[in-house]
């Protein structure tokens, strides 16, 4: 058992996100991390691995692979990643019925041992899988939170960046709405160092642009041939987990659970919340156009109906 000295956080599914997120976690030292896999020895492979790279890179965080959760025991924050990838040709619809039971089971063990986690979700479709684990869980709303948005929004700010040739620095990007095809990208609200990208692009290429970061997912599934992308969503949980490590209070689109904002009701979907110590502190409410609105009403709308499959399910 690892000591308690730093915040522990577990990662659940030793796969590429998981692995990648474990690999970040050390190298950035603000955690001790634990990562376990079903898989027998897959996550002691993966953790010794990352143990030999320590003294090259020079951390000190202290890492474990398991595959047992006595050894996740007292975690800050448990990311939970284990799942099923996306196949080529296969939607993320199509993964529901396989990844609500792991979701399920993997939420009572955490359940268990961490019961005052803040419990960060990954597995797709992310919008149900994060329902599961706050279903299973009990846990009060702020406590459990998805994955998506910072994502899809990272994915725009770098089309955006490539297009103009600037800064990823300078892009800032808002995509709202489930994580789905129907994810709600905010070109009103997005800026390259302060400036509305419309006074920047034409429509037409802003379109292309919104288009690719709806696909973004697929392309990379083309791409990859075997498994889905791993780099940029490993980032964007690390920044989340970080965010409420530190209590940064950072304002980032996440799937949170929503009780009338949005005109949502018990539905975890993408909109802009603080993340603190005390995970989503708050959702913040923007005053959407009726377009926007639509397209965001779509979306929940979407979710709702895997929701209501997955009900079923539990
Ligand atoms: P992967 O197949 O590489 O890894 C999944 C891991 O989960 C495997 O190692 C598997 O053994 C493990 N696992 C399965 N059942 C388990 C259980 N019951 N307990 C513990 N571990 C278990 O997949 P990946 O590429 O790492 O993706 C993981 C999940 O994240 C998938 O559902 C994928 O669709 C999703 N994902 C979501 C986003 C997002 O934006 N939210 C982005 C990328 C991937």
Redesign the pocket.
């Known amino acids: 058992m690892i000591p308690l000295a730093r915040n522990k956080i577990t990662v ?7 692995g990648t997120c474990a690999q970040r976690l050390a190298e950035m030292e603000i955690a001790n991390v634990v990562l ?4 027998q020895d ?1 996550s002691e492979g993966k953790m010794l691995d990352l143990v030999e790279s320590a003294p090259i890179y020079g951390y000190d965080t202290r890492l474990v692979g398991t595959t047992r959760y006595e050894e996740t025991e007292g975690s800050d924050i448990v990311i939970i ?6 196949k080529p040709g296969m939607s993320r619809d199509d ?1 529901l019925r396989v ?1 609500v039971g ?1 979701v399920k ?2 939420t009572e063990w955490v359940v268990r041992h961490s019961p005052s986690a803040i419990l960060l979700v ?3 479709p ?1 919008d149900a899988m994060t329902y599961v684990a706050h279903r299973v869980s009990g846990f009060a709303r702020g406590r459990v939170v998805g ?2 948005g910072v ?1 899809d929004s990272a994915r725009f700010r770098a089309f955006i960046a490539m297009e103009l040739d600037v800064s990823v620095e300078s892009v800032q990007a808002f995509v709202l709405g489930g ?1 789905g095809d129907g994810m709600v990208p905010l070109p009103r609200l997005t800026t390259v160092g302060g400036v509305p990208i419309t006074e920047m692009i034409t429509k037409a290429r802003l379109d292309a642009l919104i288009q690719r970061t709806r696909d973004g997912g697929a392309e990379i599934v083309r791409l990859l041939k075997t ?4 780099f940029a ?1 490993s980032a964007a949980v690390v920044e989340m987990a970080e965010s409420i490590l530190k209590d940064k209070k950072k304002i980032l689109p996440c799937a949170a659970l929503c009780r009338g904002e949005y005109g949502v009701h018990d539905l975890f979907v993408g909109v802009p919340v603080k993340l603190g110590a005390k995970g989503v502190e708050q959702i913040i409410q923007i005053a959407l156009t009726e377009e926007e609105s639509a397209a965001f009403q779509k979306s929940a709308t979407a979710v709702s109906d895997l929701c209501r499959a997955v009900d079923k399910m539990l």
Do not use: W
């Not at 659940?12 to 998981?18: I, L, R, S, T």
């Not at 376990?36 to 898989?39: A, G, K, N, T």
């Not at 498994?227 to 791993?230: M, P, Q, T």
């Open positions: 659940v599914g030793a796969g590429h996100v998981g376990l896999d079903i898989e897959l990643t284990s799942g099923v990838a996306r993964l990844n792991i089971g993997v990954v597995s797709n992310l994955m998506a994502l994580h498994g889905s992308a791993y969503p």
